[in-house]
C-alpha cells in the first residue's frame, strides 16, 4: 500500500511504544475510578477531532476547553488514588507486571470452609448437584441465594444457627438453599463410625447424581459421597480433585483466568488500534506544505581554510507533513549543514541532498532551493599591509592640506591568501574634510573591506593622523 | 602630488586635492642620473590601476611629472608607484580627490 512506504522504522517503534504505555495505564489503573475518567476524556477528544474534521468551531472549542479542565481535575481530585497506585508497586510492577486478583473459586472456598469446620468438629453436610435436579428428592430448606464465602459456609453451620443440622445446596458460586433435609439410606451394612449426616449423604447420592460433603462433628473427618458410594477424604489436594472432576473443570487454570488473558489480549489490541490512529491523525492527516529558509552550517572545516565566499548563505526548503506537526515545527529543529571535509582552496560545489537536512519527525522535504551551493575556501595568512586616510567633504576655502603623517603607517591583517593577495593597501574610514581649520590630530578607525579580514593581535584597529594644513598662496 | 607644474616647479603641493582643479600631477626629480633611463608613474584609484606613464630621465639630473585629469568618479584615495625601468619600486605616493 502507498502509504506503507512513508512508514519508517521510528514511526513503528514510535506506536508500539505508546502503545505500550496506554496498555500499561490500563493495567494499572483498571479498577479504579481514574481510569473511567480517563475514558471519558478520551470519548471527549474523539469527539473533539471529530468536531474539528467537521468544522464545528465551536463545538470543537468548548471540547478543547473541557478536556483540558477535566485532564487538570482528575489529577487534582483522584491524587490519592494515583498516588496509591503508583505507591503500592514497584518500577518492575509499573513497567511490566500483571496485578492478580486474587479472586477465590467456589471449590477453594468450599475446600476452605470444609477444612475449617473439620478443624473445630463442626458438622456439615454440602449438597453439590450435578445434571440431574433435586427438587423431588430433597425436602424442606429455606432459599438463600447468597454468594458463597466461608464466613457463610461457617455460620449456616455453627451450633446456634437453627438451620445448621440440615444441608446446604451450592448452586455454581451461590448457596441457593440451607436446612435441606436429605433422604436417608436404607443400607444396614453402612459403618458403625457413620451418623446421620452419612446417611442422608449416601442417601442423595444413590438417588441422584449429586456429590454430598460430610463433615463429621464427632471425629471431624470429611468424606463424600457420590454415585452410593462414601470415600473418606485425606488432603486438601484429594478434595480439590473430586470437587473438580464432579463440576468438570479439568484444567488447573480457571475460568477467571482465561477471562483474563483474554481481557489483557483485546485491551492490548485496542491500545494498538487507538495510538495507530491517532499517530495517523498527527502525522499523516492533512498534508501542509510550509516554506522555510534556514541557514547552512558548515562542518568540518579545515581549521587552516577559510571561508571567503558563498553563493548562498541559507536555503529555502519546501516541507510537508500533516497540520498538526508542521504548525508545532521550530526552527532550530531543522539543520542544513554541509561537510567540508573534503573541499579544497578555492571554489567548491556542493549539492543539498537528503542527507544534509535534519528534519523533526513525521516531517518530508519536498524541494530545496537552491539544490547546489558554491563555497569557496582560502587559506589563512598574515600580511603587513600599508595604510592610507580616506578623505572626503570639502576644504574651507583657502586652504591646503599639504601633508600628513600616519601612527602607525602599516597594520598587520589576518585573512585568506587570495583576498590579502590583491590588497596593497588598507583604508581608514572616511575621514571628513569639513571642520579641518587649522594643523591637527584625529584617530580614525580602519575600513575592514571585506569583511573577512581581521587585524592580527597586537595591531592597533584605530590609527593617530597628524595632519598640516596651509593657507593657499595668492 | 600637485595642483600643477609652473616652469618645472610643482605648485600647491598636498596630499588632498579637490576635484574642481580638474587635474593633479606627478612631480619627480632625480639626482643624480647616471646614464639615460627611463621611470615609471603607476597611478591607482583605490587598487585598480588608472593609467601608466613612461617618463624619461636624462643625466646628470632631471625632474619630470605626470598628470591625470580629474572626473567626478575619481573621487577616493589615490597612489602612485613610480618604478625604474626595471620594475623596482621606488617610491609609493599617496592622496585624495575629494569634492
Known amino acids: 500500500?502507498?502509504?506503507?512506504?512513508f512508514i519508517r522504522w521510528q514511526d513503528v517503534i514510535d506506536i508500539l511504544l505508546n502503545s505500550y504505555i496506554l496498555f500499561r495505564l490500563y493495567v494499572l489503573f483498571r479498577e479504579t475510578y481514574v481510569f473511567r475518567v480517563l475514558t471519558g476524556i478520551a470519548f471527549l477528544w474523539i469527539f473533539q477531532r471529530i468536531a474539528v474534521f467537521f468544522g464545528l468551531i465551536l463545538t470543537s472549542w468548548v471540547m478543547q476547553g473541557i478536556t483540558a479542565v477535566v485532564a487538570l481535575i482528575i489529577i487534582i481530585?483522584?491524587?490519592?488514588?494515583?498516588?496509591?497506585?503508583?505507591?503500592?508497586?514497584?518500577?518492575?510492577?509499573?513497567?511490566?507486571?500483571?496485578?492478580?486478583?486474587?479472586?477465590?473459586?467456589?471449590i477453594q472456598v468450599i475446600v476452605e470452609s470444609v477444612k475449617a469446620l473439620s478443624k473445630r468438629h463442626i458438622g456439615a453436610l454440602i449438597v453439590l448437584p450435578a445434571k440431574e435436579n433435586l427438587e423431588d428428592v430433597v425436602q424442606g430448606g429455606i432459599p438463600l441465594r447468597g454468594l458463597i464465602s466461608k464466613e457463610m459456609i461457617n455460620s449456616i453451620f455453627w451450633g446456634d444457627n437453627p438451620v445448621h443440622d440440615g444441608a446446604i445446596i451450592i448452586e455454581e458460586d451461590r448457596i441457593a438453599k440451607v436446612g435441606v433435609i436429605l433422604p436417608l439410606s436404607y443400607k444396614n451394612d453402612l459403618p458403625s463410625r457413620y451418623g446421620t449426616r452419612h446417611r442422608a449423604a449416601l442417601g442423595l447420592s444413590e438417588t441422584t447424581d449429586a456429590l454430598v460433603v460430610v463433615v463429621s462433628e464427632e471425629t471431624g473427618k470429611v468424606v463424600v459421597a457420590k454415585d452410593s458410594k462414601i470415600k473418606d477424604i485425606t488432603s486438601n489436594a484429594m478434595?480439590?480433585?473430586i470437587l473438580q472432576e464432579h463440576m468438570g473443570i479439568h484444567e488447573e487454570e480457571n475460568v477467571y483466568q482465561q477471562k483474563e488473558k483474554f481481557k489483557m489480549s483485546i485491551a492490548a489490541i485496542i491500545s494498538i488500534f487507538f495510538i495507530t490512529g491517532i499517530w495517523f491523525s498527527f502525522s499523516k492527516g492533512l498534508d501542509t506544505l510550509i516554506t522555510l529558509e534556514i541557514p547552512v552550517e558548515y562542518t568540518n572545516r579545515n581549521p587552516v581554510f577559510e571561508i571567503v565566499d558563498t553563493s548562498v548563505n541559507a536555503v529555502r526548503l519546501h516541507l510537508g507533513g500533516s497540520g498538526a506537526l508542521i504548525k508545532s515545527i521550530q526552527p532550530e529543529q531543522i539543520q542544513v549543514k554541509l561537510d567540508l571535509g573534503n573541499a579544497v582552496i578555492g571554489q567548491?560545489?556542493?549539492?543539498?541532498?537528503?542527507?544534509?537536512?535534519?528534519?523533526?519527525?513525521?516531517?518530508?522535504?519536498?524541494?530545496?532551493?537552491?539544490?547546489?551551493?558554491?563555497?569557496?575556501?582560502?587559506?589563512?595568512?598574515?600580511?603587513e599591509i600599508p595604510l592610507q586616510v580616506d578623505w572626503v567633504g570639502e576644504l574651507p576655502e583657502g586652504l591646503i592640506l599639504s601633508e600628513i603623517e600616519i601612527d602607525p603607517n602599516?597594520?598587520?591583517?589576518?585573512?585568506?591568501?587570495?583576498?590579502?593577495?590583491?590588497i596593497s593597501t588598507l583604508y581608514t574610514e572616511k575621514v571628513h574634510l569639513d571642520n579641518l581649520k587649522g594643523t591637527g590630530t584625529i584617530l580614525a578607525n580602519l575600513a575592514l573591506t571585506p569583511a573577512a579580514l581581521k587585524i592580527a593581535s597586537g595591531s592597533k584597529d584605530k590609527v593617530r593622523i597628524v595632519y598640516v594644513?596651509?593657507?593657499?598662496p595668492r | 602630488m600637485c595642483e600643477e607644474i609652473k616652469d618645472l616647479t610643482p605648485q600647491n603641493p598636498a596630499v588632498v586635492f579637490s576635484i574642481k582643479i580638474?587635474?593633479?600631477?606627478?612631480?619627480?626629480?632625480?639626482?643624480?642620473?647616471?646614464?639615460?633611463t627611463f621611470i615609471y608613474h603607476n597611478w591607482f584609484h583605490r587598487d585598480d590601476p588608472s593609467t601608466k606613464k613612461r617618463l624619461t630621465l636624462q643625466p646628470p639630473r632631471w625632474a619630470t611629472y605626470s598628470t591625470i585629469q580629474l572626473r567626478e568618479t575619481d573621487k577616493g584615495p589615490w597612489r602612485v608607484e613610480i618604478s625604474d625601468q626595471k620594475g623596482n619600486l621606488l617610491r609609493i605616493l599617496r592622496f585624495s580627490i575629494t569634492d
Open chain 1, 239 to 241: 478434595f480439590t480433585k
Open chain 1, 469 to 472: 594644513v596651509k593657507p593657499r
Open chain 2, 22 to 36: 580638474g587635474k593633479v600631477s606627478c612631480f619627480t626629480s632625480f639626482d643624480p642620473v647616471p646614464e639615460k
Open chain 1, 348 to 383: 567548491n560545489i556542493f549539492s543539498i541532498t537528503q542527507d544534509s537536512i535534519t528534519l523533526p519527525p513525521g516531517i518530508f522535504l519536498r524541494k530545496v532551493i537552491p539544490s547546489v551551493i558554491e563555497v569557496t575556501l582560502d587559506e589563512t595568512i598574515k600580511k
Open chain 1, 1 to 5: 500500500m502507498p502509504f506503507l512506504e
Open chain 1, 410 to 422: 602599516r597594520v598587520e591583517i589576518i585573512g585568506g591568501k587570495r583576498i590579502l593577495g590583491n
Open chain 1, 77 to 106: 481530585v483522584f491524587r490519592n488514588e494515583i498516588r496509591s497506585v503508583l505507591q503500592a508497586k514497584n518500577l518492575r510492577a509499573i513497567l511490566w507486571g500483571f496485578p492478580q486478583k486474587s479472586v477465590p473459586t467456589t
